[in-house]
């Protein structure tokens, strides 16, 4: 590789011993430039030979030289000897002989001459490499045979040899050339005296070949040549060179020739005139060689010259390259003759005479430099001149001729005075303008000459310019400039101001300023005023004008005076209004901008340092609360006004005290001792002083019992004044919850923690229950309940024995152990009485003894079940046994069934569902769906034996209704309304918070007997999403829908009304950054980016204060963009502005404009183009959005039809046909989003026909109090599912795991539980003010033809649902919904469920979903007044309502024989032979009333009414006036009702209904007779006061239009139901 470097870039050649390298398949180079310019140049050789070895030698070459490396490369093999040339050497000169060996190794190389070894004299070197370098080669000596010898092998040599051939160079013989002159024969040989022949010869002058013409001849021989000049001229000056060329060298020898030219005058001098002080030059010009030396002689005087003498040469005189003489000013005495001489030493001198004469210009001999006038009076200027004459004299005003006849203020006169002429000029008066330069000009033929005059005119001074630098709140500084000072010295300045209302009257004063002072500091102003201010200025004439009149504003200073009036008001516990007012106007110094409410706490311990609070300002008068103050603390509060400029002086210290809260801390030490088994001791001790937030009025404890099922019991309470109490009549061994609080006067405060206490044992209560059977002839079994109160853990039980009639004084007494609750006591007499009871035994003793019974063992043994019926509550998800254990002889069979809705469904054991031998029933992992009444049935030949066990699965609590009340800057308020407890009490609720856009959800526990909560010190600004859950002693229950709540406070903004920047340089900038207002929140930093304009790098600073910020480093006279980012809690606000530095001078620059041109067009085009285009996007998008939801909802609606006519295709069935079991009716769930929506059919319910259950219904089943003025009434439906088998009518994807959302019984009677997945729609009908009413309900079809009559012109209209939760439910918009339903009840229509629905049209109006609380129903009534007040519209949430328009008169034929429901009274026959745990909570009636109590089993009755109840309950009525009757139902005796959810005790016994009425059923004849027969069998056969119970949602709505007799009954009815979810 060679690397070389140039400019330009050179190329690289390579030679191998000095012969180029053939470009061959062996061989090859490249050659390329690197990025610095270096060119690389690679030679490689391929399969290297030993003739590639020896010396590379790369050669670099561009135009402006060369440069070469060499190197040799060995390539082993036998060694050789490249062949060699002969050479030719030049005599005296060195030459080299490279002997080239190839191959390697070898030994040496030597040199022989003449077989003598090299070197054997001075002149000789054999270098290493075998070069011999012969030095100033001699050709006798040197010339010959050399060899060279190259020892390869230590007895082997090779040698190859060359001759060396010496060539003598040639050597010319010096020559000169002689002094010649013009017109001379020259010449001149040039001899060559040794060197090879042949010998060339050739001439050149100065580098150029001779050519002929030249007037020069060349004569050449052999070895010489002669150049010959025939005439010589001045074109023969040069250098001449003769060059002498063999085969050798060329060499030369180069001399000069010389012609000699005597001197000639060029140009003759010449008579000339000269003018007075002007340059003048005598002409005279000469040539020769070698050049004339010139001189200038002079002599003086007009006349003859007399004698020449040389002219000293000054710098006024001087001698010109040309040999001119210069006089440069010419004077009077230059006058004279003047003679020009020349000579060179070439022949003889030569010499020209002139004279030289001289003429005086006019000149200005006379004038003043400077004079002075005073402005108005007369001045006169003198001007004297002479010269050649005639002279004229001219003024000039500056540059402008003064001409007396145009300007009568001048006047010029002129007189002669011997040689010299004097003008003078009269200025009247003389004025400002003419302190300017005069100037008299004189002039003649000769020239002119110009005097100046300053004239200077005095007078007052102009006033100054004006200027404000600064202005402060109390001072400002000014700066003046003067512009003019009358041409005279300033001598002194005055300043005057003012108010700008008052006059200059009542000016203030500044007098005699020094005149060396241009700027002045006026201080003790006034704040935020505005004052005026002019200036004079003085000098020895007189005092200037008054300047310009500038008006300036003081800048706002920190007020002087404190607010006023400040008072203090307690509002709250932690809060403390402050109200005062503004300073007084004097003392504000500017505009009140706000205020800082510095407070601090001035109890005990307190630090005394205040916290300050800021606040704009409103008016006069503030108001202003502190909140988050300690509670019952003294605080000191003042009030500072700030503008701004700062703040002022603070206002008094004022004190107030918050007012007292509830201590913030529990008592302390709180210890609980049982003393006996039905008495506590409690003690504890107060809590800190500094926690009770008030004066400490009493203490109070709080305490529950814990039962051994879960259960808590009720709350109870003793309030003292003590530390210690005791607590009597506690139920005995009993684990209760304590806890202890304080309370001051504004209320309880915080509890303390829950303490344990276990009551002490006691001897037990009486066993809950007892029962004796017999089991043969001779023993019997007795079996027990466990005391309601065992006071203690039963160690035994105790069974006692006595026969009255046997003469035995003591019963005989047998154990068992306590968990053994049957015995079996044998050895018994047949036919004898026997008394049994049982007493408990615990460790305090033998408790009281159960009830007694009396059996007698008997031969014969029925079957009988020692196990007791009741209620059993569980937990969800755990494992329930109900014992049924059965004696008797043969062994019962046991058979359990659970009652379904009207019949007793046998109880299936499966996986879930097992039946012990012993009778027992097991359930496995109990559900909701679980619950109900189980009844076991023992039987044997001789009898059976029942009982029923109400089984009660607590489930998790249901979701509470949340809500927010309040929120404020650190706070929020959340309120719930709890919903169903799951048949356990709720022990606490969970709430759940997290900032919105955070998933970090932080928990709180809350006491189950709180109802609000407060969240505090979260984020001012933020936005919170909140939910909660409740929990019992099941578990946790659903979770509320998420809220959201934002705290008080928003991200900060700037004010425009603030000045940003206070001050800026040409480098720095100084930003007030008060003006950006914290939205309530505080600022936690503050980002700030500049750069300058076309700039795309910003600059970044950050910083925390509020105050005043430098921007340092910036360019001078440059402008800026500025952003700002202020950030808080709530977010970020942003601020852009533009600001520009100064110049180096202080001056400001001038705005960029914004260039125009096309770029504006585009940016106007594109602006506006763009909304066009998004617009017309967002209308496609939401175009194609709202056909795509309409083609989902349309395939929804399909869907739903192609379900409904699979459904109805399976369920069509006659109504004559009795139904077998549960309902089964198509059921059709359409998924509307956020809507779950189900339309059951509720053909399949138990047919009434035959049962007396429907009469006709007149006015006097209704209350008589109506008001004529209402033109509505409705109905309203309820749909509780309460049989496990039908299923529940919601969608079944919201409900729990493990749950049936079926309505469940409520443990104690005394309390209403609302089924919370109940639905209900209301139909409602308007019509025009009659008179008539008319009777319709949810008819139900007891024919076997289906059939709606009611009149033409009969439209039903919509109630609105109230809904109570404005949160976010799920809620579908009234628009939406009323579309969506319409749309699937038209699909309903088309789905055939029912022929009449051809006719019928279907109208959503409203719909709200959501769930209820239990809190807000109400019970069943139980008195007798009417319950069936008028209501507008139900209140219950969770409804869906809908339009219907009834089929057309033509279709009425269809409605015959149907009935129509009515209120019913029960009877106490009614009640009878109901079982005992139905009797206690729950009341049926009985269709027949002439029967008392039927000879049937408990369970039976009890199945049956309680299916009617069910069924009855769907029915409810509506009032409608105006309607046609077609037909008359049969009559009924009566019919059944239940109460909407609650089952409350039987009232008192109305008269019942008259049973003639119902003789025999009218048939269908003309309209009008069967309406007055329906009357007046209505009125005999209905109470006046019927009673119908139920919730506040199932009361009727009452037509209040008058009570007509002539009422018409609607005939026709269909059974369909709808309930949307």
Request: aromatic share 6%; glycine share 6%; hydrophobic share 35%.
């Amino acid at each position: 590789m060679c690397a070389a470097k140039g400019a330009p870039p050179p190329t690289v050649t390579w030679a191998l011993d000095d012969e180029p390298i053939p470009r061959d398949s062996g061989h090859r180079s490249n050659q390329y430039t690197m990025s610095d310019g270096t060119t690389v140049s690679h030679m490689n050789v391929t399969s290297p030979q030993i003739k590639d070895g020896g010396v590379y030698r790369c050669t670099a070459r561009n135009s402006v030289g060369s440069a070469e490396y060499q190197a040799r490369i060995n390539v082993r093999g036998p060694p050789s000897i490249r062949a060699m040339k002969n050479i030719t050497a030049v005599a005296g000169r060195d030459t080299f002989i490279n002997c080239r060996v190839i191959g390697y190794p070898y030994y040496s190389i030597k040199w022989y001459k003449d077989s003598l070894l090299l070197p054997d004299n001075h002149r000789q070197v054999v270098f290493e490499n075998g070069t011999l370098k012969l030095m100033d080669v001699q050709k006798g000596m040197d010339e010959g045979e050399y060899l060279c010898s190259v020892l390869i092998q230590p007895q082997l040599s090779i040698s190859q040899s060359v001759h060396v051939t010496v060539k003598v160079p040639p050597l010319i013989q010096p020559f000169e050339f002689p002094p010649a002159s013009i017109g001379q024969l020259l010449y001149i040989p040039c001899v060559v005296s040794s060197g090879d022949m042949p010998i060339h010869i050739t001439w050149r002058k100065d580098g150029h070949v001779i050519l002929s013409g030249s007037g020069v001849t060349i004569e050449s021989k052999e070895f010489m040549s002669s150049l010959q000049i025939s005439s010589v001229s001045l074109k023969h000056n040069g250098n001449y060179t003769c060059i002498a060329s063999n085969d050798a060298a060329t060499v030369s020898r180069e001399r000069q020739l010389i012609v000699r030219v005597p001197p000639r005058f060029v140009v003759q001098p010449n008579n000339q005139d000269g003018i007075y002080g002007k340059a003048g030059v005598l002409n005279c010009s000469v040539d020769g060689y070698p050049p004339p030396k010139v001189m200038w002689k002079h002599a003086k005087g007009s006349g003859n010259p007399q004698q020449y003498h040389p002219i000293p040469l000054t710098g006024r005189i001087q001698i010109l390259p040309n040999s001119s003489l210069l006089i440069r000013h010419v004077l009077e005495e230059d006058i004279g003759y003047y003679l020009c001489q020349a000579s060179n030493g070439v022949g003889t001198d030569i010499s020209k005479s002139m004279f030289l004469t001289v003429k005086i210009p006019a000149m200005i001999t006379s004038h003043p430099n400077t004079t002075i006038a005073i402005k108005g009076q007369t001045k006169e200027l003198n001007c004297t001149a002479r010269g050649e004459r005639p002279i004229i004299i001219r003024w000039e005003k500056g540059d402008t001729v003064i001409d007396p006849d145009r300007n009568m203020r001048y006047a010029i006169t002129t007189k002669d005075n011997g040689d010299e002429v004097i003008s003078t000029l009269k200025l009247k008066p003389a004025d400002r303008g003419d302190s300017v330069f005069f100037s008299c000009h004189a002039i003649n033929s000769y020239g002119e000459d110009r005097g100046l005059i300053q004239l200077t005119v005095q007078e007052p001074p102009d006033p100054p310019e004006l200027e404000i630098r600064e202005v402060k709140a109390r001072s400002m500084n000014l700066r003046w400039t003067q512009r003019f000072d009358g041409n005279s010295i300033i001598t002194g300045f005055d300043i005057e101001y003012k108010n700008k209302s008052d006059s200059w009257d009542f000016k203030q004063s500044t007098r005699n300023i020094s005149p060396t002072i241009n700027q002045a500091n006026i201080v003790d102003l006034h704040p935020a005023s505005v004052y005026s201010i002019r200036m004079y200025s003085f000098n020895k004439i007189g005092r200037s004008e008054p300047s310009k009149e500038l008006t300036i504003s003081t800048e706002e200073a920190a007020p002087d005076g404190p607010p006023m009036d400040v008072t203090l008001q307690p509002i709250t516990s932690q809060s403390i209004q402050v109200t005062w007012k503004a300073p007084k106007k004097e003392l504000q110094n500017g505009v009140i901008r706000g205020y800082q409410i510095g407070y601090r706490e001035n109890s005990p311990g307190s630090n005394g340092q205040y916290s300050i609070v800021e606040m704009k300002a409103t008016g006069d008068s503030e108001v202003y609360t502190l909140d988050n103050l300690k509670k019952f603390a003294q605080y000191g509060v003042v009030v500072q006004a700030f503008n701004r400029a700062g703040t002022g002086p603070s206002s008094s210290e004022i004190n107030a005290t918050t007012l007292e809260d509830v201590p913030s801390q529990p008592p302390e030490n709180v210890r609980a001792i049982s003393i006996t088994s039905d008495v506590a001791v409690i003690s504890w001790s107060e809590p800190p002083r500094s926690t009770l937030n008030g004066v400490l009025k009493g203490y109070r404890v709080i305490f529950w019992s814990l039962y051994m099922d879960g259960e808590w019991g009720e709350m109870q309470n003793i309030t003292t004044t003590r530390e210690r109490v005791e607590l009597r009549g506690m139920e005995k061994f009993t684990n209760y919850s304590v806890q202890v609080l304080a309370y001051t006067q504004a209320g309880d405060g915080v509890r303390s923690s829950v303490l344990y206490i276990q009551t002490k044992e006691d001897i037990p209560g009486p066993p809950a229950g007892i029962k004796a059977v017999p089991s043969s002839a001779s023993s019997v079994v007795v079996s027990w309940l466990p005391p309601a109160k065992p006071n203690g853990i039963i160690r035994k039980y105790t069974i006692f024995c006595s026969s009255p009639g046997s003469g035995q004084p003591a019963p005989s007494e047998y154990e068992t152990s306590p968990d053994q609750l049957f015995y079996r006591i044998a050895h018994l007499n047949r036919g004898q009485q026997y008394l049994l009871w049982v007493a408990a035994v615990t460790s305090a003793g033998r408790g009281n003894i159960s009830e007694k019974v009396t059996i007698e063992p008997a031969g014969k043994a029925p079957a009988k079940i020692i196990s007791f019926g009741g209620t059993v509550t569980t937990p969800w998800m755990k494992d329930v046994r109900l014992p049924c254990n059965s004696v008797g002889e043969p062994v019962p069979a046991i058979k359990w069934t659970k009652d379904s809705e009207d019949s007793a469904i046998p109880v299936t054991v499966d996986g879930h569902r097992l039946i012990q031998a012993n009778g027992t029933l097991v359930l496995r992992s109990v559900k909701a769906e679980d619950s109900g009444y189980y009844t076991c049935t023992a039987t044997n030949t001789w009898g059976f034996d029942t009982i029923i066990i109400n089984l009660l699965v607590q489930v998790p609590p249901d979701q509470p209704r949340l809500t927010v009340s309040k929120t404020s800057a650190s706070s929020i308020t959340l309120a719930w309304i709890p919903g169903d407890n799951g048949g356990s009490s709720i022990r606490g609720f969970v709430l759940q918070y997290s900032v919105d856009n955070s998933e970090e959800w932080k928990d709180v526990f809350i006491s189950s007997s709180e109802r609000s909560f407060k969240l505090e010190s979260l984020k001012c600004g933020t936005w919170y999403k909140v939910k909660l859950a409740a929990k019992n002693s099941v578990g946790a229950g659903r979770i509320s829908e998420i809220i959201e709540a934002k705290t008080h406070g928003r991200e900060p903004s700037f004010s425009k009304d603030q000045h940003l920047f206070t001050h800026i340089n040409s480098t720095h900038a100084r930003l007030n950054l008060q003006g950006w207002s914290s939205g309530g929140c505080p600022i936690t930093a503050i980002v700030l980016e500049y750069r300058p304009k076309g700039n795309w790098v910003w600059q970044s600073l950050r910083t925390n204060s509020s105050s005043e910020v430098f921007l340092t480093e910036l360019r001078e006279a440059t402008w800026y963009e500025l952003r700002m980012k202020a950030c808080n809690s709530a977010g970020c606000g942003n601020e852009t502005t533009q600001f520009a530095t100064l110049d180096y001078d202080g001056s400001t620059i001038p705005p960029i404009k914004s260039a125009q041109g096309e770029g504006d067009d585009v940016k106007k085009l594109f602006t506006i183009a763009c909304p066009v285009i998004l617009a017309t996007l967002g209308v496609a998008l939401l175009f194609i959005i709202r056909k795509k939801r309409k083609e989902k909802r349309l395939k929804r609606l399909r869907d739903a039809k192609s379900l409904a006519e699979m459904l109805i295709s399976k369920n069509n069935r006659s109504f004559d046909t009795p139904v077998k079991g549960p309902p089964q009716g198509p059921r059709l769930h359409i998924d509307i989003p956020r809507v779950q929506l189900l339309i059951e059919d509720k053909e399949g319910i138990k047919q009434l026909g035959d049962d007396k259950a429907t009469i006709p219904v007149t006015d006097t089943e209704f209350s008589q109090a109506v008001n004529p003025q209402s033109f509505c009434t409705g109905v309203s439906l309820h749909h509780p599912a309460l049989i496990q088998n039908t299923g529940p009518l919601i969608d079944m994807s919201d409900i729990r795991p493990g749950t049936n959302p079926v309505s469940r019984k409520s443990v104690k009677s005394a309390h209403s539980t609302r089924n919370r997945y109940s639905s209900q729609w209301t139909l409602t009908k308007c019509q025009a003010s009659t008179p008539a009413r008319t009777l319709t309900s949810d008819w139900r079809t007891v024919g076997s033809q289906h059939g709606i009559t009611v009149t033409e012109s009969d439209s039903y209209s919509a109630s609105l649902s109230q809904d109570t939760d404005k949160g976010r439910n799920s809620m579908v918009s009234t628009e939406s919904a009323s579309s969506t339903y319409e749309e699937l009840a038209r699909a309903y229509e088309h789905a055939k469920l029912e022929e009449q629905l051809q006719h019928a049209k279907f109208e959503i109006t409203e719909c709200f979903i959501s769930d209820s609380s239990s809190d807000q129903m109400t019970t069943g009534t139980t008195d007798n007044a009417d319950s069936m007040t008028s209501m507008s519209t139900p209140s219950e949430p969770g409804i869906c309502r809908f339009t219907a328009s009834p089929p057309k008169p033509q279709d009425s034929e269809r409605g015959k024989g149907v009935a129509v429901p009515i209120p019913h009274r029960a009877s106490k026959s009614d009640y009878c032979n109901l079982p005992l745990y139905v009797k206690s909570e729950a009341f049926f009636r009985k269709p027949d009333a002439h029967e008392p109590c039927p000879v049937v089993p408990p369970r039976e009755a009890s199945i049956r009414n309680l299916a009617r109840a069910y069924h009855a309950q769907a029915r409810h009525m509506t009032l409608e006036p105006g309607a046609k009757p077609l037909g008359l139902p049969p009559p009924a005796s009566a019919a059944t009702t239940l109460p909407q959810r609650t089952l409350p005790m039987p009232g008192p016994a109305g008269p019942a209904p008259a049973p003639a009425a119902s003789a025999a059923p009218a048939p269908p004849v003309a309209a009008e007779p069967p309406v007055a027969v329906a009357a007046a069998a209505a009125e005999a056969r209905v109470p006046t006061h019927s009673k119908v119970g139920g919730s506040r949602d199932s009361l009727l709505e009452m037509s209040t239009s008058g009570v007509g007799r002539s009422q018409k009954q609607g005939a026709g009815a269909y059974s369909k139901s709808y309930t949307l979810v």
